[in-house]
DNA sequence: CCTGACTGAATGATCGTTCAGTCAGTCAGG
DNA sequence: CCTGACTGACTGAACGATCATTCAGTCAGG
């Protein structure tokens, strides 16, 4: 984890590298389970067993229950954070870094489904001010994606179009393969999937010049 | 309610007319407390109290609480299937009624977003069996949509899109304002919302002729 | 020995669910 | 009409289970 943004979360521990460790210990344990029977039907007991510590160890290094959702919610934020510059390393042209954007973002999801929908059933669960934190994260993730829109159209492929719209679009596109997994996987692939959406959101920001150059990097293309 | 599907939840009541009226009064309490509350921390005592009835009275119409939420999440999806027709109604061209279903649709959205967020915090508390009650009620809501997209490619306004694609988009374009609204809502009001978001699926599905039909039924426009 | 990490049984609070009992209404028999 | 038996909707206090949290005590290493 290298958060940007270091939740105030006291522990009776004082040793920093074994508030990392054992933290990271816990969280492991609570996605998984949080994630598969949701954050009520799941005991401190049950992390602390799953975790391999006793249940009183987990209050020296949260307050509350409601700490560990906190963490384990930022931890899943976390991973596209990680997942998606590493996939843009090396692309240099602004649509490949789009399209590969896109496609890291999906397959984060994709890899981690039941706890991106952890993050949309349980986030409000979470007190007004941890909440706060869970929303600035996911802005802070945005802006990988945004940055890839502004690209295009300083390069003059896309429209200038409304880059915090077609964002939201974009995040939301990726989150409704956990959100709507149940339905799209019977129908589409992921890589179908990720190819209609990408090629949606084109149509409605190429430019003339966007298109050729579309034409040009996807020549199988229509 | 005129639900399409009835679920098969027992009550101990034999009057049919009294079960219908009963459910709704209890129905109606616990939207409203699990929509603000959620799920877990609303216990059903205080469905009871709001309802003004007693704890015992609702255990003759329910088996247990987890019914009372199937019963909210399909009474909240069934709001869906009563406005968007009344919405169309009237409604002949296709173009408009495409617009105008979308307009529905967010609008239902925004005036029960607390409890459009209900649906996807709880929908995984209940068993597996309740659930695909609810994934059959949305399916079915979700033809609404369908319906006014096929319209536009038999008119040749659209081309021959994906229409199951296109469809779960523009749900989730409504959906969207409700789980992102935090955000939203501090950019867009919700007409200008759904005007950018009619123009975003135009642009990946009108025809040559459907961009002239749109030019002339919105002037307005570039 | 201390210190501080760690344990896990005990505590206390919170609820879902039940059930013994109330009460209004119905109806048969006188 | 009255009456008394009966029905079934309704009540809410009590029960029992479940857990979050605590804390008295253990143990390892310095």
Not at 52 to 78: A, F, M
Request: net charge neutral; proline share 2%.
């Amino acid at each position: 984890m290298a958060n940007t943004i270091i939740p105030e979360i006291k522990s009776q521990v004082t040793d920093e590298v074994l508030v990392q460790r054992r933290r990271q210990q816990i969280v492991d344990a609570a996605v998984e389970l949080f994630s598969s029977q949701g954050y009520y039907r799941t005991t401190v007991q049950e992390v602390a067993r799953k975790a391999g510590v006793s249940t009183g160890l987990i209050y020296q290094y949260v307050q509350d229950k409601e700490d560990i959702l906190l963490l384990s919610i930022l931890d899943i934020i976390d991973s596209y954070q990680q997942e998606i510059p590493a996939a843009l390393a090396g692309v240099e042209d602004p649509l490949l870094r789009m399209r590969a954007a896109l496609a890291a973002y999906c397959r984060v999801v994709d890899q981690r489904r039941l706890a991106t929908l952890l993050t949309y059933r349980s986030a409000r669960s979470l007190s007004s001010d941890r909440r706060q934190l869970i929303k600035a994260a996911e802005l802070d993730s945005n802006r990988l994606i945004a940055d890839c829109i502004r690209a295009c159209i300083d390069a003059g492929l896309f429209e200038p179009v409304d880059v915090d719209f077609i964002t939201y679009q974009l995040v939301m596109f990726a989150h409704t393969w956990a959100l709507k997994h149940w339905r799209l996987a019977e129908q589409y692939s992921l890589n179908d999937y990720v190819e209609k959406g990408f090629r949606l959101y084109l149509h409605a920001c190429l430019t003339e010049a966007g298109w050729r150059h579309f034409r040009l990097m996807f020549p199988s293309a229509a």
